[in-house]
Nanobody
Framework: QVQLVESGGGLVQAGGSLRLSCTAS????????LAWFRQAPGKEREFVAA????????DYGDFVKGRFTISRDNAKNTMYLQMNSLKPEDTGPYYC?????????????????WGQGTQVTVSS
């Protein structure tokens, strides 16, 4: 089993930055593809970014447009999402997800492990 815990969310003004973290326990993440998703109020869960097990490959949702950077530190069993130039429409809970065979997938159903989420609120 893999337990994922997100942190780093909070309230920030438009144009500001936040750095989210996702730390795993139970098993090492070094062989898992990892991803971030978010869910705006009233909307379906949306793909934000993904990173391969080695960190050598990344993928971003179309709306990111260079504002976010995903990274991982396998020695710390942790993944990060640096978010810059935040907009009010970025508001919502952000979830980390992991799966051994999900690299390249943007569908939430492809990921077997999920955290509880961390809330990001961007004020205008």
């Amino acid at each position: 089993q893999v337990q994922l815990v997100e942190s780093g969310g909070g309230l920030v003004q438009a144009g500001g930055s936040l750095r989210l973290s996702c730390t795993a326990s139970g098993r090492t993440l070094s062989t898992f593809a990892l991803a971030w998703f978010r869910q705006a109020p009233g909307k379906e869960r949306e793909f934000v970014a993904a990173i391969s097990w080695s960190g050598g490959s990344t993928d971003y949702g179309d709306f990111v447009k260079g504002r976010f950077t995903i990274s991982r530190d396998n020695a710390k069993n942790t993944m990060y999402l640096q978010m810059n130039s935040l907009k009010p429409e970025d508001t919502g809970p952000y979830y980390c997800a992991a799966d051994r065979s999900a690299w390249g997938a943007r569908q939430p159903g492809r990921y077997g492990y999920w955290g509880q989420g961390t809330q990001v609120t961007v004020s205008s």
